[in-house]
């Protein structure tokens, strides 16, 4: 009965309206009854049913939508990894539909608090906690960690309470990268913060010092206006309130 209401034309009327956009699905609706009527004008052996309609409203714009932060850093990660081949890439938590992509072109294996429970060749999916890696002490050439760390510690994915949840997440992260190797990782910077129970924000010189191990490569941003910049230094960060830090680390070898 439930899955039945969720997909019925009550629902998606309702779904149509929810969220930031209510305004501009309100102003959307004229033009919506106006499309209705001019379709069934022009295609009268197509009749159109309220109960099967899936309004979307606020669809009509000049150019495609994105969200920038994670836009970006799938770009970033594909291009630094074009670079850096490796048998393996592992990825602790970062977006499922960037590591599907991913996985097309390297071998990848993805560890996430809340497991992915898929099939598919070329990705292997593991249930693993960030701060309690199921790897060993310096086992890792290639890996990745995009928009998690921040999360570490706030309960928001029923993970334990922790106020040093993102510290731990780094040491874990810094604790299984091997010598050469190298480590993406992606978090919020500007101002620091804890907007709880969503993220933290942190400066980058924040992030680099929960990485005492690993040296800083190179350092990328994306800014409050949503604009991509590639090796800056992290002082371009200084001002911002919520922008994208691209961090690339490596482990000196010997």
């Keep these: 009965m439930r899955r039945l209401f969720r997909n019925s034309a009550i629902a998606r009327w309702g779904r149509a309206f929810l969220g930031p956009h209510f305004v501009a699905a309100v102003r959307a609706l004229p033009r919506y009854a106006a499309d209705w009527f001019a379709y069934q004008d022009v295609a009268p052996g197509q009749k159109i049913f309220f109960g099967d309609s899936y309004p979307c409203l606020t669809d009509r714009v000049k150019a495609t939508p994105f969200d920038p932060h994670y836009f970006f850093q799938a770009a970033w990660l594909a291009r630094r990894l074009c670079g850096f081949m490796s048998p393996l890439h592992v990825d602790i938590g970062s977006s499922a539909m960037m590591i599907n992509v991913l996985s097309a072109s390297v071998k990848t294996a993805f560890v996430d608090y809340r497991p992915l429970r898929v099939r598919l060749s070329n990705l292997n999916s593991l249930a693993g906690d960030i701060v309690q890696l199921p790897f060993r002490d310096a086992s890792i050439a290639s890996l990745s960690c995009l928009h998690v760390m921040e999360h570490v510690g706030l309960g928001r994915y029923g ?6 949840g993102s510290q731990h997440a780094a040491a874990e992260l810094q604790r299984v990268l091997q010598p050469g190797g190298r480590l993406f990782l992606s978090v919020p910077v500007g101002r620091e913060r804890v907007c709880f129970n969503a993220h933290r924000v942190f400066s980058p010189g924040t992030v680099r010092s929960f ?21 800056v230094a992290l002082e371009a960060a200084g001002g911002l309130e919520y922008g994208c830090g691209l961090f690339e680390f490596v482990r000196a070898r010997g």
């Design 211 to 231: 990485l005492p191990e690993l040296q800083l490569q190179s350092f990328s941003l994306v800014d409050d206006s949503g604009q991509f910049s590639e090796d």
């Design 159 to 164: 993970d334990p309470l922790n106020p040093s």
